[in-house]
């Protein structure tokens, strides 16, 4: 197939250059650069300027969001119900909780993730992955965190899918997960990945976060403890959102 | 000893059937006399529009409260589908993707307290959200961060009037008039 797009090797040799200059500058950077050019999507869609600094203890950002029952029904957590019948593809469930950059469990907030079925597709119009869809499985799911800041959702393990960043791109499996604190300046997009899968490696988009150790706080644990017999497979993932939050309290608030 | 943040990664591509609702846009109550239109368009470091960009709002309510209130993603329990908002409860949340030409709306009700909405950005491509304010204010501006920048790169946080209560706001994810993003840390 004729292309004009850049093959695996010259992908991989930009990341590895990438990893060789962020490990040169001895910097700590827990988050991807914006401006990451092997993955060609961001090129036109980062700043050029650096971000301006807002230290306010006043700012509206350092409150948020909240939401509550209403925002969710009991059956979201579990994708493989509320269908005509079951999903195809290897039951999981994956559980974890979420902290903020204190450590302390967010609790009552929202969790949103979506996913492709088994064979790496997803229920979206614009997804040409000529994979089959699964007439029982649209792959999104919701739940609220738990006292503890603990969510649980029980799914399927999502499957490979090719993309066209460059020939032959496959995105490892992935669950993208969105995550509110409690404040805005906390919000977290993000996406996890399956320990042992051997494009982690290939992949630009978790290779954007150039931190090894950072890096592999987006692959899931295993945990056979979780595995519950003859129904489904256990990953465990723990999830920190980082930027501060309001010190003062709710009934000094105006 | 403090845990460390986990990564961020892009939305992707294929949010659309998660994260959006039909009236995320519409975070004013219906038919309420005060609402406000806020809307612009999303472009690129080539001008294109960004038609897969999500832009997510939040104020405080008009009387300057800041605690906001369940209900911006209402589910609907015996379908599983959206139920929409109750109508009467003010949220404080917005949320709306772009559409094909890189365009957003949103209905909501001036912030109480502050002049500006805050806004964050979501896109394929965009490997960390960014972001942003929009200010009502008509250009006067109080905070000293924003007095000291350039007059151009301030004049994109200020959203231009278009008419009564309908207000412009643009974002420029790179290069010419290039949107200020802003960091809190
Ligand atoms: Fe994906």
Redesign the interface.
Known sequence: MPSNLPTQQGISCEIDQQAKAYAASGAVRHHPPRDYPPYRSSLLRHPRQPLVPVRDPEAAELSGPVFGATDVTESDADLTRGQAGEPLGERITVTGRVLDRAGRPVAGQLVEIWQANACGRYAHRRDRHPAPLDPHFTGTGRCLTDRQGRYCFTTVKPGAYPWHNHTGAWRPSHIHFSLFGTAFTQRLVTQMYFPGDPLLPYDPILQSVTDATARSRLVAAYDHDLSTAGDALGYRWDIVLDGPAATRTEGSRP | M??????????????????PSPDGHRVAPAGHPQAITVHGYVR???G?P?PDALL?F???APD??????????????AT?GH?GR?GVTF???GRVATDADGHYVLHTLP?G??P?L?V?V??????????TRAYLTGGQVA?P?LAA?PAE?RATLLTRPEGAGVHRFDIR???EK????????
């Open positions: 403090s845990p460390l943040p986990t990564p961020s990664q892009t939305v992707g591509p294929f949010y659309g059937c998660a994260l690129d470091g080539a294109s960004v997510e939040w104020q405080p300057g409260s800041r605690g906001g209130a369940p209900g911006s993603l209402r589910r609907d329990p599983g139920a109750d949220t404080g949340f912030p307290g502050v500006y805050s964050c979501f896109a394929r491509g965009l490997l960390h959200h960014l972001f905070e961060w920048l790169r994810l790179q290069g290039e949107t200020v993003f802003l960091a809190f840390d």
